[in-house]
């Protein structure tokens, strides 16, 4: 069956209502707590009076634009390689009355950026669906591009890339945010500690599943 959100147009993530189609994966519960994360370092961190951040695979937009309504200091990038998906975040971001303080841009991952320390923090929620769950899909999730699902034969395909290169764009000490799969964290953590993460830190969600990931540069 197709999802409500789908059906509706409408799905709900943090305090906001976005509009969604099929062009753009659902935001999830478990997302909520990507966003609480860095909002939390945001507040523990006292020496950054105005954060730069990279939200890498926008989708809908609804993290970039949840984190843009969160933290009034902030100047916010979105990037996803789908048109239609950004023109989508557009719209959202206009609704939730953002629309001049978060931008987007067509990128495959970072390609569409220009190398350099100029981020304070880079977060993403990447396509990490692993070839041996994609049969166990429940037939909803099965509506939703599959692109921004599956993430490779152990499904950290995109978990590599952007820990390899978040590093030529964060600045020394800044956060690298990811969400992951229920099964991957012990993988996670060899490969921030591979690129050269410090402090990695893996948080659960509220099922007690390893969920987010949080690494420091340098």
Do not use: H
């Not at 009034?72 to 990037?79: A, D, F, V």
């Not at 557009?90 to 953002?98: D, K, M, S, T, Y």
């Not at 964290?185 to 402090?199: A, K, L, P, T, W």
Request: net charge negative; charged share 25%; glycine share 10%.
């Amino acid at each position: 069956m197709m999802p409500e959100q789908y059906r509706t147009g409408r799905a709900y993530f943090m305090d906001f209502e976005f509009s969604v189609t099929r062009d753009t994966f659902i935001p999830r519960p478990e997302t909520e707590l990507l966003v609480e994360k860095v909002t939390e370092t945001i507040r523990d961190t006292a020496n950054v009076r105005s954060w730069r951040i990279l939200d890498i695979g926008t989708g809908s937009g609804n993290i970039a634009i949840s984190l843009t309504k969160y933290v009034e200091n902030c100047t916010i990038i979105g990037l996803d390689i789908s048109e239609d998906a950004l023109r989508l975040a557009r719209i959202n971001a206009e609704a939730c009355g953002v629309g001049n303080r978060v931008s987007f841009v067509r990128s495959d991952l970072t390609q569409g950026l220009s190398s350099g320390p100029i981020f304070d923090i880079i977060v993403s929620n990447p396509p990490y669906i692993a070839l041996y769950d994609v049969a166990g899909l429940p037939d909803e999730v099965k509506y939703e591009p599959f692109s921004a699902l599956y993430g490779g034969v152990d499904g950290l395909d995109y978990v590599r890339r952007i820990a390899r290169n978040a590093k030529l764009l964060l600045k020394e000490g800044g956060y690298l945010f990811m969400e992951i799969g229920y099964d991957q964290s012990i993988n996670v953590r060899r490969i921030f500690g591979e690129e050269g993460y410090r402090d990695v830190e893996l948080f659960k969600d509220y099922a007690s599943i390893d969920r987010i990931v949080r690494g420091t540069n340098g």
